[in-house]
T-cell receptor
Framework: GENVEQHPSTLSVQEGDSAVIKCTYS??????FPWYKQELGKGPQLIID?????GEKKDQRIAVTLNKTAKHFSLHITETQPEDSAVYFC???????????FGKGTRLHILP | NAGVTQTPKFRILKIGQSMTLQCTQD?????MYWYRQDPGMGLKLIYY???????DKGEVPNGYNVSRSTTEDFPLRLELAAPSQTSVYFC??????????FGDGTRLSIL
């Protein structure tokens, strides 16, 4: 089955700097890669997703890149702000409505 | 439009007790899911359903049961609570080919 590895487990960056979170997956048939943000006491919220026919996708300060050959994908947050502090999860799936396999999460701290 | 609603938010059970975690969604989504989240372990799929009357096992189904009698509701039942089932449980729903929407979770402790 699919296995998703996520690094780092904890990341601290100065406010205004960029943050990068990296994930790898094992099943080459996976074709949908969502990223979720989880704030304390809340459920995960989708922040961006990418399909395997696209190499990069941007939404304001957030971007995701996908390298299908290497089976890895990354989340980039630019100009970080205090409200970006949260736990971020990458995931992989055969389709948006199929079983999603999550990484173990990255706790992002934005330092003042 | 409330989205995905989970009840209760918190619960403490004794070993061997049973309970049902409720999940309801008002978005008319066909697909519904139950996950558990353990510290530092991400989310693991327990059961999922692609429509009323249809359920299937996920990664970690042992010790749990589900039913889907309506589109809106997808309750998760623990028949004999065990300490290993202490976790935060999340319900999610989606349309086909659309991202999943999550509830805010039920924090369950079994002592």
């Amino acid at each position: 089955g699919e296995n998703v590895e996520q690094h780092p487990s904890t990341l601290s960056v100065q406010e205004g700097d960029s943050a990068v979170i990296k994930c790898t997956y094992s099943d080459s048939a996976s074709n949908y890669f969502p990223w979720y943000k989880q704030e304390l006491g809340k459920g995960p919220q989708l922040i961006i997703d990418i399909r395997s026919n696209v190499g990069e996708k941007k939404d304001q300060r957030i971007a995701v890149t996908l390298n299908k050959t290497a089976k890895h994908f990354s989340l980039h947050i630019t100009e970080t702000q205090p409200e970006d502090s949260a736990v971020y999860f990458c995931a992989a799936s055969l389709a948006q409505d199929d079983k999603i396999i999550f990484g173990k999460g990255t706790r992002l701290h934005i330092l003042p | 439009n409330a989205g995905v609603t989970q009840t209760p938010k918190f619960r403490i059970l004794k070993i061997g007790q049973s309970m049902t975690l409720q999940c309801t969604q008002d978005m008319n989504h066909n697909y519904m899911y139950w996950y558990r989240q353990d510290p530092g372990m991400g989310l693991k799929l327990i059961y999922y359903s692609v429509g009323a009357g249809i359920t299937d096992k996920g990664e970690v189904p042992n010790g749990y049961n589900v039913s889907r009698s309506t589109t809106e509701d997808f309750p998760l039942r623990l028949e004999l609570a065990a300490p290993s089932q202490t976790s935060v449980y999340f319900c999610a729903s989606s349309y086909p080919e659309q991202p999943q929407h999550f509830g805010d979770g039920t924090r369950l402790s079994i002592l």
